[in-house]
């Protein structure tokens, strides 16, 4: 049985904050699930996507967010409590059906997760969703612990149902991936099946109705103003001091933590808010009374900061309010309990002096490992064959979301213009137009489902010049292996699903110039390329070639590692080409490491003195 299924009340758990989250839906008796994957958000469908194995719950990797906040919409005003997960930028893509989602509402709780990344680990950006709320006019929730996500979605859940509307709920990294204890609760069995009751003059938003439902949606944005106001997730911890400070999510254990160890628990209060859209303004009114001065906390931009100085001058309030400064906090990455501490002093003036750091002079600096594809992936062969095929054109290469976005990084540098997902595709039309430059552009499987496939069907009806490539290693493969659907589906013992070709949809779409390579083999590849390159108007490379860590882990038969024989004569091709991790330098000899190597025969091929042959032994490597 899945650990989140687990049907003992008060059993305490470790878990991840992903984990946590997904129990919490599980206890909160959510009965459809959906999701495009993203991290940090990923390990909450990974968790949905097992459970729904083991028990009532559908779950389902949407093609995009918008189709997966469709599917959940659908599903919340059918009666039954639905949830759709997705990364921060995600939500850019959802935002078409969110916003007048808002107006209709839900007839069963739909909770909407939100991940936001503070200092992109994982993303092109880092805004911040709280102004979604806003825009939209819905409730939002932010926990500021593992444990308290958990209960939140419940919360979360009860609310939406109060309020006939969706709820946002936010969390960060920091909240996603940190593990904590967390206390098991009872499980509530899922209602699977519901009814909609037809009623077009609320459902159907044409102008005449939508306006009608933006009454209606004010009207149930004061009701979550009211409830904002008594919510057990905003809260004032410390009744004496002169100073206020407010803060959420992590930044509320940064500062609790700096208040104590400052030890001004007697000159502090410690507004916390969890209930951060509509803001609790009464609360926020009677909290600024007491004080004399006021510092906020947040990570992102300065959503409370602005909704806070709004509040105090609307009641006449003339103190102090302060966040985002130059000398402060600033907009940009993640904050850590350090940088909190030290501003706090600087604010309210209090003598502090900083830890002093360990003194590391003695330690030889750690080695650098800058990102890279893996060793035996077949982007790299088909990055390879690409740019021998384009040697003596002026080339731009638009790329896209996923594990091929490194090559980006040299000896490959075959990235040269990214937005969001997709965008390999739309750019390639602009460049294609406004440039004498052969456009080739670099897009993966998932994210040719997700949004590849209209800005084809745009180049092809107008006619444009390029090359694009379609990576496809059979799985989602940056975000953890998610399926998509061109997966097989068999291939992970999954019953019931369908399997979409990509060379159907090319074609189907009009594209006249289709190759597909297989980019191990590498003249092949080289050839085909080039034709299609050589092509007037818009052609696509299909690349198929599984994912060797996908590989590895349904236990595919896999190449035997190579080495490097006494035939090299040290030209170095294999590296300064390829830079695949599988190589090292020792002695000023190129070797490689068979433990990593997966026998692609890539660097094989490329080799001027075929030096590079397969090991037999191991001992073969010295």
């Not at 979360?156 to 904590?180: C, D, G, Y």
């Not at 906020?296 to 100085?309: D, L, Q, S, T, V």
């Not at 060379?503 to 080039?530: L, T």
Request: glycine share 6%.
């Amino acid at each position: 049985m899945h650990k989140l299924l687990t049907q003992e009340p008060g059993k305490k758990l470790l878990l991840l904050g992903n984990e946590a989250i997904a129990r919490g839906a599980v206890e909160a008796g959510v009965a459809l699930a959906t999701t495009y994957p993203g991290t940090p958000s990923s390990e909450i469908s990974a968790n949905f996507f097992n459970i729904a194995k083991e028990s009532p719950l559908y779950f389902e990797y949407s093609i995009n967010e918008k189709v997966a906040l469709e599917v959940a919409a659908a599903a919340a005003n059918a009666c039954v409590r639905s949830m759709c997960v997705m990364k921060h930028v995600g939500l850019n893509v959802a935002a078409d059906a969110l916003m007048t989602l808002a107006y209709v509402g839900v007839k069963a709780g739909l909770v909407i997760l939100t991940a936001d990344d503070p200092f992109m680990f994982s993303s092109q950006n880092e805004q911040d969703n709280r102004y979604y709320a806003k825009l939209s006019g819905l409730p939002m929730l932010e926990p500021s612990s593992v444990a308290e996500a958990k209960e939140m979605v419940a919360y979360a859940f009860e609310l939406s149902e109060k309020l006939a509307e969706p709820v946002l709920f936010r969390t960060t990294t920091r909240i996603n991936h940190s593990n904590e204890i967390v206390t098991l609760g009872d499980i509530i069995t899922p209602v699977t099946t519901g009814d909609f009751p037809k009623d077009p003059f609320n459902y159907v938003t044409v102008p005449a109705v939508s306006r009608n439902l933006h009454k209606k949606l004010l009207k149930n944005l004061a009701a979550a103003a009211k409830t904002s106001e008594a919510s057990q997730y905003n809260f004032i911890e410390g009744n004496n001091g002169p100073w206020g400070i407010v803060a959420n999510g992590v930044s509320y254990n940064y500062a609790r933590d700096a208040i104590r160890d400052l030890k001004i628990e007697d000159r502090v209060r410690l507004l916390r808010i969890g209930f951060s859209h509509p803001m609790p303004s009464r609360l926020v009114t009677d909290f600024l009374k007491g004080c004399e001065k006021v510092l906020i906390i947040e990570e992102g931009e300065p959503y409370m900061e602005e909704n806070i100085k709004a509040i105090a001058q609307e009641a006449g309030l003339t103190i102090p309010i302060k966040g985002k400064a130059e000398d402060l906090f600033s907009r940009l990455f993640e904050f850590d309990p350090g940088m909190v501490r030290k501003n706090i002093a600087r604010y309210f003036d209090i003598s502090y002096t900083p830890v002093t750091p360990i003194d590391l002079s003695d330690i030889p600096d750690i080695a650098q490992r800058p990102p890279n594809l893996c060793a035996g992936c077949s982007h790299r062969a088909t990055y390879y064959a690409v740019k021998k095929a384009a040697e003596g054109k002026a080339t731009i290469y638009p790329t896209d979301i996923g594990c091929y976005t490194l090559g980006l990084l040299p000896p490959l540098s075959m990235a040269d213009f990214l937005i969001c997902m997709g965008s390999s595709v739309g750019t390639s039309c602009g460049f294609s137009k406004t440039t004498n430059k052969k456009v080739i552009s670099f897009i993966g499987d998932s994210t040719f489902f997700h949004s590849g496939i209209p800005p084809l069907i745009n180049a092809v009806f107008n006619n444009h010049n390029f090359t694009l490539v379609i990576l496809d290693n059979g799985t989602t493969a940056m975000t953890g292996h998610q399926p998509n659907p061109g997966v097989d589906m068999d291939q992970l013992k999954c019953s019931g699903y369908g399997r979409v070709s990509i060379e159907s949809i090319v074609r189907a779409i009009g594209v006249c110039h289709v190759e597909m390579i297989r980019p191990f083999r590498i003249k092949k590849s080289i050839e085909a390329v080039r034709k299609a390159i050589d092509f007037e108007g818009v052609s696509v490379i299909i690349a198929q070639e599984v994912c060797p860590l996908y590989a590895k882990g349904l236990k595919m038969a896999m190449g035997k590692p190579f080495y490097v024989s006494d035939k090299c004569k040290n030209h170095r091709d294999c590296i300064n080409e390829l830079a695949c991790p599988a190589f090292f330098i020792e002695n000023e000899k190129v070797k490689i490491d068979p433990d990593t190597c997966v026998g692609c025969t890539l660097c094989a091929q490329i080799c001027p003195e075929h030096a590079i042959l397969p090991l037999k032994e191991k001992s073969k490597i010295r």
